[in-house]
T-cell receptor
Framework: LAKTTQPISMDSYEGQEVNITCSHN???????ITWYQQFPSQGPRFIIQ???TKVTNEVASLFIPADRKSSTLSLPRVSLSDTAVYYC????????????FGTGTRLLVSP | EAQVTQNPRYLITVTGKKLTVTCSQN?????MSWYRQDPGLGLRQIYY???????DKGDVPEGYKVSRKEKRNFPLILESPSPNQTSLYFC????????????FGPGTRLTVL
């Protein structure tokens, strides 16, 4: 199953747009890309998922190029409450279901 | 409300004393999984289950057992806990339709003395 690589940490300020890129070179045809957000001592929670091109919901956008070997999570106008760890995960919805989380990206938003 | 529940939320025990952490989901999900989280190591999968009576090892299965006798429950069993199993544990569940995502429980903080 495709492993992912993300930056260890990122810093930003309130009101800025934050883009976190994830590399997943070995992604397979039937794999989806999912991003999760985790606050300290809480379980990860779903942010957004996509298969190709662009997906947008009320909290984020996800950009996936045609080769699908990377993806970028975009958080518009971050606030202090967006300080968290963000995980990119490649998930397959059929067959083999062993999942490998990376170490995630620790985002710190400052005033 | 759709949710994954874990019990207990906190547990302090001693080496060698068998314990079970329960996990239950109310979403009729086929897939369930256990993770442990340690500082600097992210989330590592222990075991997963595709459906009742179907389980398989994740990345770090040593020292753990699981069972899936009912669709909604997926208990994690530590037959003889050791201090290196001190960790934060998360249970998760997911449907198997395209585009489904994982729902995580609130976590169980285990300390083995």
């Amino acid at each position: 199953l495709a492993k992912t690589t993300q930056p260890i940490s990122m810093d930003s300020y309130e009101g800025q747009e934050v883009n976190i890129t994830c590399s997943h070179n070995n992604i397979a045809t039937n794999d989806y890309i999912t991003w999760y957000q985790q606050f300290p001592s809480q379980g990860p929670r779903f942010i957004i998922q996509g298969y190709k091109t662009k997906v947008t919901n009320e909290v984020a956008s996800l950009f996936i190029p045609a080769d699908r070997k990377s993806s970028t999570l975009s958080l518009p106008r971050v606030s202090l409450s967006d300080t968290a760890v963000y995980y990119c995960l490649v998930e397959r919805n059929t067959g083999f279901q062993k999942l490998v989380f990376g170490t995630g990206t620790r985002l710190l938003v400052s005033p | 409300e759709a949710q994954v529940t874990q019990n207990p939320r906190y547990l302090i025990t001693v080496t060698g004393k068998k314990l079970t952490v329960t996990c239950s989901q109310n979403m009729n999900h086929e897939y369930m999984s256990w993770y442990r989280q340690d500082p600097g190591l992210g989330l590592r999968q222990i075991y997963y289950s595709m459906n009742v009576e179907v389980t398989d090892k994740g990345d770090v299965p040593e020292g753990y057992k699981v069972s899936r006798k009912e669709k909604r429950n997926f208990p994690l069993i530590l037959e003889s806990p050791s201090p290196n199993q001190t960790s934060l544990y998360f249970c998760a569940s997911r449907g198997l339709a395209g585009g489904d995502t994982q729902y995580f429980g609130p976590g169980t903080r285990l300390t083995v003395l």
